[in-house]
């Protein structure tokens, strides 16, 4: 018997193994790989002297050792796919592929983090991976912390939240902050202006530091004709307008006074920062241009136009307030009541020598002496009787 051979065969033919007879003898024990039913060599399943269960599959069994009766050889299929070795959705390949000939399935899948099949960041990330499909050897459901606080939402002061909120689901860290303007985080307007808006916490989602031009103005602060500049200058850095703007007393941009009076100051330009335009009672009577007694009215009425006082009185000749004319001389005007605006106060020289009463030869001064203070003239002469210049008398009378 040629026991080598019978190893190698279920039945040995070999011209070795003929016995005498021209018979086949039997095998006592097959090869490796074999199972002996009946002292026939009988190959055992799933790859005889090479047990292989193949791709996608384990052995649950052992190796035929050639003395046993029945095939130990078994086989199982890997979870997971068999010989396709693919995990479902949200998970990936944790183990390795079943080759056939190992002794345990291998095919292991493992839920990936973050949601598996729900692939989903917690509020404040975004999914910086890919989906879990199954098919790959790793965990590739990444997420990363959006930056600006993450899932508290917020930017550093004098910025403002332009972006979203990451929910989660995004795939891109949506939590942008964009710097407001005028300043950032020193909230300051130009010179000319002032802050409207409120300075940027980092907690709004738009840009809240405005600037308003201060009117009259804006960085030239001006006030237009007839009006003084009566705040203070924009600096950029206050809350409100404070080129404030009054107007000047006395018409504004037409500068006028009463009557009565004139204008002491001067126009207001816009450029000044007080009220300029002055007004003064002009003398003698304001608006009731009036002299005193004695006096006459030698200007004229302050129509509130004029840069200077017009109402000037003089005094009224012969005597002023105490109308009285000198000797041989007789008032033939009017007392100055300081309404009129002549002199009136005249005085007339009297008849008959002035201040020389004296009549002419033949005649007699008949009224009295002009003294000055009287209103007409009292120096008369009356001629003598009897032939006056030519004194004589009747014819039977004598001188």
Do not use: F, M
Not at 4 to 18: E, K, L, R, Y
Not at 23 to 47: D, F, R, V
Not at 129 to 153: E, L, M, R
Request: proline share 1%; net charge positive.
């Amino acid at each position: 018997e040629n026991q080598a051979n019978c190893q190698t065969h279920n039945t040995d033919t070999s011209v070795s193994c003929i016995g005498t007879e021209g018979k086949t003898q039997p095998c006592n024990k097959c090869k490796s790989g074999y199972l002996l039913s009946s002292q026939i060599c009988q190959a055992c399943g799933n790859g005889a002297g090479s047990y292989n269960c193949g791709s996608g599959k384990y052995r649950t069994g052992t190796t035929c050792s050639g003395s046993v009766s029945s095939d130990t050889q078994t086989c199982a299929s890997c979870t997971n796919g068999g010989s396709s070795y693919t995990c479902t959705a949200g998970n990936y390949k944790s183990g390795t592929a079943c080759p056939g000939t190992g002794t345990s399935d291998t095919q292991k899948c493992t839920t990936c983090g973050n949601g598996g099949s729900s692939y989903n960041c917690n509020a404040g990330n975004y999914k910086s991976g890919t989906a879990c499909s199954g098919t790959g050897t790793s965990d590739t459901q990444k997420c990363t912390t959006c930056t600006n606080g993450g899932s508290s939402y917020t930017c550093t002061a004098g910025n403002y939240k332009s972006g979203s909120t990451c929910t989660g689901t995004g795939t891109s860290d949506t939590q942008k902050c964009t710097s407001c303007a005028n300043g950032g985080s020193s909230y300051t307007c130009t010179a000319g202006n002032y802050k409207s808006g409120t300075a940027c916490s980092g907690t709004g989602t738009s840009d809240t530091q405005k600037c308003t031009t201060c009117t009259n103005g804006g960085s030239s602060y001006t006030c237009t004709a007839g009006k003084y500049k009566s705040g203070s200058a924009c600096s950029g850095a206050g809350t409100t307008d404070t080129q404030q703007c009054t107007n000047c007393a006395n018409g504004g941009s037409t500068y006028t006074c009463t009557a009565g009076n004139y204008k002491s100051g001067s126009a207001c330009t816009g450029t000044g920062t007080s009220d300029t335009q002055k007004c003064t009672s002009c003398g003698n009577g304001g608006s009731s241009y009036t002299c005193t007694a004695g006096n006459y009215k030698s200007g004229s009425a302050c129509t509130g136009t004029g840069t200077s006082d017009t109402q000037k009185c003089t005094s009224c000749g012969n005597g002023g307030s105490s109308y009285t004319c000198t000797a041989g001389n007789y008032k033939s005007g009017t007392a100055c009541g300081g309404t009129g605006t002549a002199d009136t106060q005249k005085c007339t020289p009297c008849g008959n020598g002035g201040t020389s009463y004296t009549c002419t030869a033949g005649s007699y001064k008949s009224g009295t002496a002009c003294t000055g203070t009287l209103t007409t003239d009292t120096q008369q002469c009356t001629s003598c009787a009897n032939g006056g210049s030519s004194y004589k008398c009747n014819a039977g009378n004598y001188k």
